[in-house]
């Protein structure tokens, strides 16, 4: 079982920047794909990010590339997720998932493990 924590999330003005933290229980962390969803009221579920298990393949949803920016840290089981530009549209719960593979996805079914999310709020 994987247990995963975010942390980093806040308010930010618009323009700011946020980097959020995703920590891994797990010590092979680095067998699995990690992704970034988030999840605004009255919104599904979405994907931002993610990364493959040696973090030399990442992906990013339209709406982010070029201002958000995904890396890890096999050695420290942390995935982050450096947000810059950061813009009302933003403001969402960010959760981190996890799956055993080398591969990533983009839909949250692919993925057996979760966070508990962090808040981030941009005001305008």
């Known amino acids: 079982q994987v247990q995963l924590v975010e942390s980093g999330g806040g308010l930010v003005q618009a323009g700011g920047s946020l980097r959020l933290s995703c920590a891994a229980s797990?010590?092979?962390?680095?067998?699995?794909?990690v992704g970034w969803f988030r999840h605004a009221p009255g919104k599904e579920r979405n994907f931002v990010a993610a990364?493959?298990?040696?973090?030399?393949?990442?992906y990013y949803a339209d709406s982010v590339k070029g201002r958000f920016t995904i890396s890890r840290d096999n050695a420290k089981n942390t995935v982050y997720l450096q947000m810059n530009s950061l813009k009302p549209e933003d403001t969402a719960v960010y959760y981190c998932a996890a799956k055993s593979g080398s591969d990533y996805y983009t839909r949250t079914f692919h993925y057996d493990y979760w966070g508990q999310g962090t808040q981030v709020t941009v005001s305008s």
């Open positions: 797990e010590r092979t962390f680095s067998s699995y794909a």
């Open positions: 990364i493959n298990w040696t973090g030399g393949s990442t």
